[in-house]
């Protein structure tokens, strides 16, 4: 007895012999078959059947034949947005969102301490810029390290990277014996703090594109929480153990985020685009679970990108012109932020506010006389109204929200922009305490929310193979801002307020009529793969 079989289109292997041996059972035992037939009629009959004549195609159970054969595949955007948001997404967002708070405390800590160690140190008002411009300094040179790094050896081990990193370098910043090694070590710590922002992609590549709107401008109730905490730090330890043992209890927050750590999984969009396809399949199966979900149906299937993480698609026709004015965006949004930031804390430690209703206390402006530095530790007062400006960075989240969902990325960043370049203007303004911390509340809202957009539109608008590297590039770019910020905000501030605010304003404007040039807009579209 012979039998030949012919596989259909959507047949694999081991269906078609399933297929073969379920015919004979039935013939097997049909009536009269089974007292027609002995024992070793049978087993001749199954043997060959099962390895002699049934000729089967040597066909491999592979992903890719099954595309040649037209079976059903799918993309990690497929599975992303098939498996929705769920009980992974929540974690992700808790987690991931924590590494803000880690690198808002690293950012803030600055401009808490700065009286502290202008005072320990006798530092001249360019020495206490400079200890600023050195963190923003291994920010910029770790920024394109860390994400040409992700794009070729993954984010998670980045971010991790970066978590380790930036902890160890903080907490050694607390025993520095002396002005030169404070500035190195917050150098490093600077280091760190750009493979932690690594942490924006990864979120980002898992979040499906509906929700991205939403949660990412969430994002900075975390930061605030960090600049908050950083803040209550200085005011109840600092004046009774000192500014050593705030930075020590600050490094907590990282070294419990280490642990945690391990609960959230690599990119599968980096799995794929670097062929790791199974550990892909892994991780998306894993968050379907957690979500109560499924795969689409067939196999993931990408194309497998062998150079990732190529400056030279970041300046390729494709995003010549949106990479150039995205780093003058970055630039000018970390420019605005810490000028905001430093700019407030200077404006109250010096007590060079306009203000018509100030006591005695706020109507003497402290200048350093005859080359000698001074001492002026921030009151309780002055702590207090740090805290109502962090308020700002969430207070406006929803309106953050509506931009972005009603009028698009570009649209947001322009609005924000020129409101910042406003507010600045507006901090010239000789008003009461009240009307000055009103201002300085809604100027640390709009720079807040800039930053927000335009990281959200940098991990949107690029593709998964140079995603890393563009944030990268773009956050050094930022760096730059950020080291220039302190020699205006803290050391042009002392000679005059509207020479020292001006800049920002300025800068502000030209940023928005680059936003409006950007080609691109990023609104509802599905992350790129590959370009």
């Not at 971010?159 to 190195?184: D, E, K, Q």
């Not at 509506?402 to 303004?429: E, P, T």
């Amino acid at each position: 007895m012979h039998f030949r079989v012919h596989l259909t289109d959507n047949e694999n292997t081991t269906q078609s012999l399933f297929r073969v041996l379920n015919y004979c059972r039935t013939l097997m035992w049909t009536s009269g078959a089974k007292r027609r037939m002995t024992g070793g009629m049978k087993t001749e009959l199954v043997s060959a059947i099962c390895l002699q004549e049934v000729e089967l195609p040597d066909r491999p159970s592979d992903c890719r034949e099954d595309v040649k054969n037209h079976a059903d595949t799918f993309t990690v955007e497929d599975a992303v947005e098939r498996i929705g948001f769920g009980r992974f997404h929540v974690l992700l967002f808790i987690i991931m969102g924590s590494s803000n708070i880690v690198e808002a405390m690293e950012i803030m800590l600055l401009a808490v301490a700065s009286p502290e160690i202008r005072c320990e140190w006798r530092l001249d008002d360019w020495q206490v810029a400079l200890v600023s411009t050195m963190v923003f300094l291994g920010f910029m040179v770790c920024g394109v390290l860390s994400g040409f790094v992700a794009d070729k050896y993954g984010r998670w081990k980045v971010v991790f990277g970066g978590f380790v990193w930036s902890a160890y370098f903080s907490l050694l910043t607390s025993f520095a014996p002396s002005y030169p090694w404070f500035i190195f070590l917050r150098s490093m710590v600077g280091c760190g703090v750009a493979g932690v922002s690594q942490g924006f992609v990864l979120k980002t590549e898992f979040i499906p594109a509906k929700y991205r709107g939403v949660l990412l401008p969430l994002a900075s109730v975390f930061w605030m929480i960090g600049s908050m905490l950083i803040i209550i730090l200085g005011m109840l330890v600092v004046p009774t153990l000192g500014w050593r043992w705030m930075i020590r209890i600050s490094v907590a927050p990282s070294i419990i985020l280490i642990f945690l750590f391990k609960f959230i999984p690599e990119s599968a969009r980096f799995n794929v685009s670097a062929g790791n396809v199974q550990a892909a399949v892994d991780t998306l199966n894993r968050i379907a679970k957690m979500n109560k979900a499924s795969l689409p149906p067939g196999c993931l299937v990408e194309p497998v990108v062998e150079k990732r993480g190529n400056w030279r698609v970041l300046l390729s026709s494709t995003f010549r012109r949106t990479s150039l004015l995205l780093w003058y965006s970055w630039f000018v949004a970390s420019f605005a932020y810490y000028g905001s930031v430093l700019s407030s804390s200077e404006l109250l430690e010096k007590n060079l506010l306009c203000v018509t209703d100030g006591n005695h206390e706020h109507r003497v402006k402290h200048r350093p006389e005859d080359g000698r530095c001074y001492c002026i530790p921030f009151a309780s007062s002055d702590y207090r109204t740090l805290l109502i400006s962090c308020l700002g960075e969430v207070a406006l989240v929803p309106l953050n929200i509506c931009l972005l969902n009603v009028f698009g990325r570009k649209r947001s960043l322009m609005v924000l922009q020129l409101m910042a370049a406003m507010f600045f203007l507006m901090l010239n303004i000789c008003t009461t305490m009240f009307g000055f911390t009103v201002v300085l509340f809604l100027l640390r809202s709009v720079v807040s929310m800039n930053f927000n957009v335009v990281y959200i539109y940098t991990a949107e608008v690029y593709p998964t193979v140079v995603r890393s590297l563009g944030l990268g590039f773009s956050t050094s770019c930022s760096r730059i801002g950020g080291m220039i910020a302190p020699f205006i905000a803290q050391v042009l501030m002392s000679q005059s307020v509207i020479l020292a605010l001006s800049p920002f304003a300025v800068a502000c404007t030209l940023c928005a009529v680059g936003s409006f040039l950007l080609p691109i807009e990023t609104k509802g579209r599905a992350l790129l793969q590959i370009s």
